[in-house]
């Protein structure tokens, strides 16, 4: 057991959430692996999840535009889009183990992170930081002007969401703000402007979030509540179910209506009953009691993505 205010030395072991020898930390240089567990390379499940939304964008705005699913550059968006996920997913772990750097080595699961372990110093994550924020921009600057705009406003999501936690039980609405924002940016990069189903499949992607991410935060609720922060997890305790029916029935209609605001084709629904079948297994089977069930019920949210985004694909005929 943990002794919850200080973690100790064996429940560390047993609770960590750093993968100690992933395959892609396996092909760099030892001297750059904290820096990699720093940008959670060794965990690409909060990469998939900030990365599907930008390609449900992009594949909707191409049903707007059919002409754009036979363009060359639909292809080069996708891949460009998923590198800045990649990037910006790891900046903004970065930036939040910097702010949390007192609370990680209070909790059994994140105690041996890099920065809170001694691996890497608060100067050197700040750092690396500058270069992770450096390559995003250059990345972002591929996108019209308009796209960038959008783009760049999601900083001030991304800069507080670290500090939600410490004030409101709601911080994985925040997390939703911020992780969402790509439904935004994809569609103004093929479109150029901002419309209403970019603005639904927002939404629908804040509820989604708000589901799995009180799912993960039932790993943490007990080290949570002693250190003082806050979470959904906490906020709706044994109600957590009727919540999470809740936030995946909002994530399924406000697909569906986008969806239908732009007359999608079969293969679309097809996905989207998937994806609402997957939801019930997940709230059906969980036992927020267990963290490991609760990591690997969040984990199984690329499901989601990729059910969608292969519906998404399909009706675009692509």
């Given amino acids: 057991m943990s002794s919850r205010g200080n973690a100790t030395v064996n429940d560390t072991t047993l609770r960590s959430d750093i993968v100690q020898s992933h395959w892609a930390l396996r092909l760099m240089p030892k001297a750059a692996w904290p820096y990699m567990k720093l940008a959670r390379l060794d965990r690409p499940i909060g990469t998939w999840l900030l990365l599907f939304p930008c390609w449900w964008s992009l594949s909707l705005a191409t049903a707007a535009s059919p002409a754009h699913s036979l363009d060359p550059s639909f292809a080069w968006l996708f891949l460009l889009f998923a590198v800045g996920a990649l990037v910006m997913r790891g900046a903004g772990c970065t930036f939040n183990d910097i702010v949390d750097r007192d609370f990680d080595i ?5 105690a041996d992170r890099p920065i809170p372990s001694g691996q890497v110093t608060t100067k050197q994550a700040v750092a690396f930081l500058g270069l992770q924020l450096l390559v995003g921009l250059i990345i972002l600057l591929q996108l019209n002007w308009y796209a960038v705009v959008v783009g760049a406003a999601s900083l001030l999501l991304v800069f507080t969401y670290p500090f939600m936690k410490r004030i409101t039980y709601w911080p994985q609405a925040w997390l939703g703000l911020t992780f969402n924002w790509g439904a935004l940016v994809g569609w103004a990069t093929i479109q150029g402007i901002l419309d209403w189903p970019a603005v639904i499949l927002y939404a629908a ?11 993960y935060a039932h790993q943490d609720k007990e080290d949570d509540a002693l250190i003082g922060v806050k979470s959904t997890a906490l906020k709706f305790g ?9 936030f995946y029935a909002l994530t399924s209609l406000l697909l569906a209506a986008t969806g239908a605001s732009l007359g999608l084709p079969w293969p679309f629904w097809l996905g989207l009953a998937a994806v609402a079948i997957h939801f019930c297994w997940q709230i059906t089977t969980l036992d927020t009691d267990n963290p490991q069930d609760c990591l690997t019920k969040f984990k199984s949210n690329r499901f989601v993505g990729w059910l969608l985004l292969a519906g998404l694909l399909l009706s675009n005929g692509i």
């Fill in 238 to 246: 044994s109600a957590t179910k009727t919540w999470l029916w809740f």
């Fill in 205 to 215: 992607g804040i509820a989604w979030t708000l589901g799995y991410d009180t799912i």
């Fill in 106 to 110: 209070k909790v059994a699961r994140t």
